[in-house]
């Protein structure tokens, strides 16, 4: 006969929610430029560099990570997880957008090599993913398609279903710095039709790459940063490049109040407020770490302006990183995986995990989801030899309870929990 105490039969159903919701979790291997996107309540991360531990012949990853956010974590421990379908190649410095049934991840650009032999194996410039099927294909579209390229960013008009991407290098994985063209073409891709098109250039800034866009709520994308012509010189921050897709123009404006250091490789989100939040990035010469790293640009006045935020919690800062991923769920702006600057061979960022909760600029150690009623779960039937239909219900409502709790320090290891289970047995 079993024998319970209340405390036991916490922990007991605690175990088994763990087990059942939180799956098989993986540590990642450490990575840069890769492609990040946030589809309902998943963030997938497709692809990336990684000198020092990629499983295969090419530093170039075919992953695609995920991690699922209707969960409480703490950073310290991130649940990530890996899907079995790999990318038909190896991705990096791409770009990844929903469709408009957020079932479909489409990969724009970027290097695309064969993970097995490094070498260049396909020449297509947009490929599609489908959560349903897990099938990897290449879009048949209409238009002007074009052509190749890298170190680009990119947004899509969720209202309208158009993804705008501008500039990038031309050269791919094999070309050589004598052969590479810097661009400055507007490309526009109508995931509704399938059809490409081709912005204006008149007024538009020079050539660029590693740059950060933002659209606004008003259809104004917000081009910070990067560097243009040849690669060598980095933009100033303070003059922003604008792209209206409504009258389909290039205005242009100097942000105001601080002075800032130029960057490039660093990441932006906008807040619920239409504040730009940057974070991170590289400066020239010599790859130096900026030393603000934090700073928000505030879109509602005329010229915008930036500022630099007061930053609580310190001690959870993380170092100055590049070409790494970011992504705003709800108040909180998620950063993962990056390089730290300067960059050194020797020195590569392990995968890591900071969060920075935009409400009051701390960086904190847990996250916890806003309460939806979409997503509440109203039991879990469990059934165990020696327990009756009456203390399985009693199981059932405390273990609950005590999940609802969300505390911090939820996510630990199976192995840890089945150490913290006590059975009394007489």
Known sequence: MIRMNINNIKIFFLLIILSIEIGQSVIPV???????????????????????????????????????????????????????????????????????????IYLFGGITVNVNTDLDDFKSILHSYNLETNEWTIPTTSGIVPGRRKDISGVINNNTGKFYAFGGVSDQYTGTPNNSIILNDMNIFDINTL?????????????????????????????????????????????????????????????????????????AVLTPDERIIIFGGRQVPNDNPVLNQLAVLNTKTTPYEWSIPQVSAIGNMPLTTAAHSAILVENYMFINFGQITPFKNSQIQLPFFFILDIRNFTWVTQYEPEPSDNGKQIGIIIGAVGISVGVVTVVGFLGYKYYKKQRQGLYISRDRLRLCLTVTTT
Do not use: C
């Not at 430029?33 to 170039?60: A, C, M, Q, W």
């Not at 950060?212 to 921050?237: C, K, M, P, Q, W």
């Not at 409504?246 to 990441?267: C, G, I, Q, Y």
């Open 30 to 104: 450490e990575r840069y430029s890769l492609s990040s996107v946030l589809i309902d309540k998943r963030i997938y991360f497709l692809g990336g560099e990684s000198y020092h531990h990629s499983p295969k012949n090419s530093t170039t990853l075919d992953q695609i990570l995920y991690l699922d956010i209707s969960k409480p974590f703490n950073t310290l421990n991130p649940p990530f997880e890996i899907l079995p379908n790999t990318i038909p190649f190896g991705s990096s410095y791409a770009i990844a957008f929903p469709s408009s049934q957020k079932n479909v």
């Open 195 to 267: 059809a490409w098109s081709i912005g204006s250039i008149i007024n538009a800034p020079l050539p660029r790459v590693d740059y950060t866009a933002t659209l606004l709520s008003n259809g104004i994308i917000v081009f910070i940063g990067g560097r243009e012509t040849h690669a060598v010189r980095v933009v100033d921050i303070n003059q922003l490049a604008l792209y209206d897709t409504k009258a389909d123009e290039w205005p242009s404006m100097t942000a105001r109040n601080v002075t800032m250091e130029n960057r490039f490789l660093h990441s």
